[in-house]
Antibody, heavy 117, light 108 residues
Framework: QVQLVESGGGVVQPGKSLRLSCSAS????????FYWVRQAPGKGLEWMSV????????YYADSVKGRFTISRDDSKNTLYLQMNSLRAEDTAMYYC??????????WGQGTLVTVSS | DIQMTQSPSSLSASVGDRVTITCRASQGIRNDLGWYQQKPGKAPKRLIYAASNLQSGVPSRFSGSGSGTEFTLTISSLQPEDFATYYC??????????FGGGTKVEIK
């Protein structure tokens, strides 16, 4: 079955960097666009970024544009989110997901990022 | 940018009640909308896609309707496992997606 497993979260100081990973299995990895969605503690869901199935197109929410970079390694069935210049307001649970605009969707369990000095 | 206004932000209801949640889009989005359920500590789970299509495996007490700028999620008879937070998500402006602010459904 489809599995998405995020990792790489943790506590990081403001201004520092962190790279999240999302390991995928149970489906044809290179057939899907991938999304990152985050949720600050006690708050709602926020779309962050999307990468096309072939990696050619990448889009970001204004709140992270220029600081975050989405990428994928099809040989490893893994999605990444490189997060630079982290701010306190980036503290959130980060989810990877597929199929958000299609008839089926799947989400990982999330990885928690805490930005604090 | 398309804004999604969800109402109410919270509601209290009893088991067996009929519950309706609304999302309004700041501009027309055709039927490019999904509804999600999220329980504490869990990832969101989609209930409805394309505004009115029930996701496989989701109980038939959930239904969605609407098109254009106004959408509703209805739970026909609230069950104990339905107490959760619900979100709408528009993808008409793909690649930019927008979630509604959420509706927390609590036990009365």
């Amino acid at each position: 079955q489809v599995q998405l497993v995020e990792s790489g979260g943790g506590v990081v100081q403001p201004g520092k960097s962190l790279r999240l990973s999302c390991s995928a299995s149970g489906f044809t990895f290179n057939s899907y666009s991938f999304y990152w969605v985050r949720q600050a503690p006690g708050k709602g869901l926020e779309w962050m970024s999307v990468i096309s199935y072939d990696g050619a197109n990448k889009y970001y929410a204004d709140s992270v544009k220029g600081r975050f970079t989405i990428s994928r390694d099809d040989s490893k069935n893994t999605l990444y989110l490189q997060m630079n210049s982290l701010r306190a307001e980036d503290t959130a649970m980060y989810y990877c997901a597929i199929g958000l605009v299609g008839p089926t969707d799947h989400w990982g369990q999330g990885t928690l990022v805490t930005v604090s000095s | 940018d398309i804004q999604m206004t969800q109402s109410p932000s919270s509601l209290s209801a009893s088991v067996g009640d009929r519950v309706t949640i609304t999302c309004r889009a700041s501009q027309g989005i055709r039927n490019d909308l999904g509804w999600y359920q999220q329980k504490p500590g869990k990832a969101p789970k989609r209930l409805i896609y394309a505004a009115s299509n029930l996701q496989s495996g989701v109980p038939s007490r959930f239904s969605g309707s609407g098109s254009g700028t106004e959408f509703t999620l209805t739970i026909s008879s609230l069950q104990p496992e339905d107490f959760a937070t619900y979100y709408c998500l528009q993808h008409n402006s793909f690649p930019s997606l927008t979630f509604g602010g959420g509706t927390k459904v609590e036990i009365k």
